[in-house]
Nanobody
Framework: QVQLVESGGDLVQAGGSLRLSCAAS????????MGWHRQAPGKQRELVAT???????NYADYVKGRFTISRDNAKNTVSLQMNLLKPGDTAVYYC???????????????WGRGTQVTVSS
C-alpha cells in the first residue's frame, strides 16, 4: 500500500557531495516525521537526520554542518544533501517516514530499501 523509494546513492571521492532523495507513494493520508538512517557493514543502523512536517530538523553529531535534510510536503519527498563526505560515511542509507494510511486510524513507520553511498579516500 505504501512505498518509500530512495535514489541518489553513488561512489564519490572524499570531500565530494551527493544528494539523496526519497519519495513516498501509495494510499497515504498524512506524513509526520521523515528521516534518514544509515548502516555500514558490520554495524548497527544509526540515525543520520530527521525532519518534522513543520520543518524542524535534528542531526546526528557526526553529520552536523555537513549534511542538510529537507522535505517537500506536497510531493511526499525527503532529501539529504551530503557535503564534505568522508570514508566513514560509507553505508547504505535508508529513508523512513512516520505516516498514516487512508482508512487506518493510527500511524506507523515505513522504510525504504536503501541506497548505497561509497566514499573513497
Amino acid at each position: 500500500q505504501v512505498q518509500l523509494v530512495e535514489s541518489g546513492g553513488d561512489l564519490v571521492q572524499a570531500g565530494g557531495s551527493l544528494r539523496l532523495s526519497c519519495a513516498a507513494s501509495g494510499r497515504i493520508s498524512s506524513i509526520s516525521r521523515m528521516g534518514w538512517h544509515r548502516q555500514a557493514p558490520g554495524k548497527q543502523r544509526e540515525l543520520v537526520a530527521t525532519i518534522t512536517r513543520g520543518g524542524n530538523t535534528n542531526y546526528a553529531d557526526y553529520v552536523k554542518g555537513r549534511f542538510t535534510i529537507s522535505r517537500d510536503n506536497a510531493k511526499n519527498t525527503v532529501s539529504l544533501q551530503m557535503n564534505l563526505l568522508k570514508p566513514g560515511d560509507t553505508a547504505v542509507y535508508y529513508c523512513n517516514a512516520d505516516l498514516s494510511v487512508l482508512g487506518v486510524p493510527f500511524s506507523d513507520t515505513y522504510w525504504g530499501r536503501g541506497t548505497q553511498v561509497t566514499v573513497s579516500s
